[in-house]
């Protein structure tokens, strides 16, 4: 049943998502993003323009979405009714408890959240992540970071959102549009993990009454980027993760009951994505 659902859901969601959202997408996963970053901050350098970029993060989003929400939103975003009916079958009366050393609590109804784990997850958070985003507006905006006559002020993955404006006051209303719009849809923004990173002169931010940590690095979909787009870094940080994942077959690789061929096989395997992860320039 969710496999069908799933290959139904898919042409719909290459449909409706736009360029700028990512995750469980053909061609469009974290090294697509990495590189989509990397290159726009390249091009606003190039161009002698300031750039303010906002990485936003939510406190326990997959685990936050409202269901009676969740299927407003569906319907809104265009997904058919049979389908929602489908999917609102299957977390209708959902019920678990919890287990500790002593005993187990009652029984209770689960009435936020996508399933962990669950192949549907992440297609129904996208979806779920979309419809705020366009709520706020944003992509309708002028403002944004303006790269060969096209205005980008947005890249999205799954929950992972990052936006960006030519200003500060940009950045700022775009910011409190997405926090709004957010709490809307019953998400919250985690304010001490989210921050802002700039080529520009401030040295404060602040949305509301919340102050927003202003960073010159910071680990973007498991790949380092700063201010400077210097790789150096993050070249020297991949390299120690290559050799923590060579060290931990040290024995396997010493073994000789172990083929050379699956030596071999293995560590193309283990080692060399975590070695070359993000560099697809």
């Known amino acids: 049943m969710l496999n ?35 290159w726009l901050m390249e091009k606003a350098r190039e161009y002698q323009e300031e750039f303010y970029l ?38 209708t009366n959902q019920q678990a408890l919890v287990k500790t050393e002593y005993e187990n609590t009652g029984w209770f109804n689960i009435e ?37 006559g096209r205005n980008i002020n947005n890249l999205c993955y799954v929950d992972d959102t990052t936006i960006m404006a030519e200003t500060a006051d940009g950045l700022q209303y775009f910011l409190w549009m997405v926090k ?12 001490k993990k989210t921050f802002v990173m700039t080529n520009g002169p401030i040295q404060e931010f602040h949305i509301d009454n919340d102050q927003v940590e202003i ?5 973007f979909l498991g790949s380092s980027i700063n201010i ?18 060579m060290v931990s077959l040290d024995k396997l690789i010493r073994s000789k009951d172990v083929r050379l061929a699956t030596k071999i096989r293995i560590t193309k395997t283990m080692v060399f994505p975590v070695t070359t992860y993000g560099w697809e320039r």
Not at 58 to 86: P, Q, R, T
Not at 117 to 143: Q, W
């Open 4 to 38: 069908i659902i799933q290959r139904r859901l898919e042409p719909f969601l290459e449909r409706e998502m736009p360029v700028t959202r990512a995750g469980f997408r053909k061609g469009r996963g974290t090294r697509a993003q990495i590189a989509n970053l990397r």
């Open 228 to 245: 400077d787009d210097n790789c150096s870094n993050d070249i020297k940080r991949r390299l120690l993760m290559g050799r923590k994942a």
């Open 54 to 91: 906002c990485f936003i993060d939510y406190n326990k989003a997959l685990d936050c979405v409202d269901h009676e929400k969740f299927w407003f939103v569906l319907l809104e975003m265009g997904v058919s009714k049979h389908l929602i009916i489908l999917m609102k079958n299957l977390y």
């Open 215 to 219: 960073v010159e690095e910071l680990i």
């Open 112 to 148: 936020k959240g996508v399933r962990q784990g669950g192949i549907l997850s992440p297609y129904l958070f996208n979806l779920y992540a979309e419809h705020i985003m366009r709520k706020t507006g944003i992509d309708e905006v002028a403002g944004g970071i303006k790269i060969g």
């Open 180 to 191: 709004e719009e957010s709490a809307a849809a019953g998400l919250k923004l985690n304010m």
